[in-house]
C-alpha cells in the first residue's frame, strides 16, 4: 500500500473514531511533509533507521515540541498499518519523543484584563472577549458553538471539546449581559453563536484570532497576547480564587490532573497565603 492511500485509509478510520478535524487537519499536514520527504513509496518498504533519518533532518528546523508532535503522528499512522495489517511489523515502535521542558502557560494580570475588557468597542469584540475569559473555552470549541447550546437560565454552555467530548461550561453576567445583546442585534439567521461581520457566516479560527489581536492592539499591553493566555488566565483566577484543582480540570476538560496541576506554580497569591498559614 502506498503512503498516499495509507493516509487516505487512516483518516476515514480515524474520523470515524471521531478524531477532531483540528487533530486531522494537522496530521494531514505531517503526512503530505512524509510523503514529499519518501515520496509516495509503500508503506512497507519503510525502515526504522529511515524513519530515524528524516526525523534527525528534521530536529535541525524544528522545535522539540513540534518534532514530538511529528513522531506522535508516526507513532499513530504506524500502528494503525500494523494492526490492519497492511505492514508486517510497526517501524516507529521504538523511536523516542525529544524531551520537552514544561513551560508554564502565560496569563494576564487583572489589569491586562481591564485593559483589554475596555479595549473592546463593538458588542460582538465585548460578547467574544467575555465569553472567551468567563468560559476558559479552548478557541476552537467556541468557533465550533452554536446558539441553541446555550442554557440561558443557568448561564452554561455544552461546548465539544478534544475527543469530541461533551462538557458543560459556565460564564458570569457580564457575559450574559454582551452576548445577549449582540445575538439580539443581528439580523442573519445562522446557528453559530459567533458570525462575521459581512455576509455573516461562522467565524473561522483565524477570523477569531484576528478579532483578538486587534483588541489587543488597542489595549496598548506591550507583549503579544494570544487567545489561549485567556484560558490560562482564567484557569489561574479560578485558583487564585480557592477553587480546588479536580473542579478546574472538569472546567477545563483536561483528561490528565497532570496537565491542569501546572497552574498551581502559576498561582503566587494562593501559594503567598498557604505558607503564611501553615509556617
Known sequence: MLL???????????????????????????????????????????????????????????KPSSLAHRIRFMWSLFRWSHEEGHIPSNPAYKIKEPKVGKQIPKFLTEREIEHLREACKMPMEKALFEFMFSTGCRIGEIVSLDKNCINWSNRSAIVRGKGDKEREVYFNIKCDIWLK????????????IFVTDRSPHRMSIAQMRYIKKRISSRAGINKTIHPHQ???????????????????????????????????????????DLYRKYF
Open 181 to 192: 445583546r449582540y445575538i439580539n442585534i443581528r439580523q442573519d439567521n445562522d446557528p453559530a
Open 4 to 62: 498516499s492511500q495509507a493516509w487516505k485509509t487512516y483518516e476515514s478510520d480515524k474520523r470515524i473514531e471521531g478524531f477532531s478535524s483540528q487533530t486531522l487537519k494537522a496530521y494531514r499536514l505531517q503526512s503530505c511533509l512524509l510523503i514529499r520527504y519518501f515520496t509516495d513509496v509503500a508503506i512497507e518498504s519503510l525502515s526504522t533507521n529511515q524513519l530515524k533519518e528524516y526525523l534527525a533532518e528534521s530536529s535541525e528546523h524544528l
Open 230 to 272: 485567556l484560558r490560562h488566565s482564567y484557569a489561574t483566577h479560578l485558583l487564585n480564587n480557592g477553587t480546588p484543582i479536580d473542579v478546574i480540570q472538569s472546567l477545563l476538560g483536561h483528561e490528565k490532573t497532570e496537565t491542569t496541576r501546572i497552574y498551581a506554580q502559576l498561582s503566587g497569591r494562593l501559594r503567598q
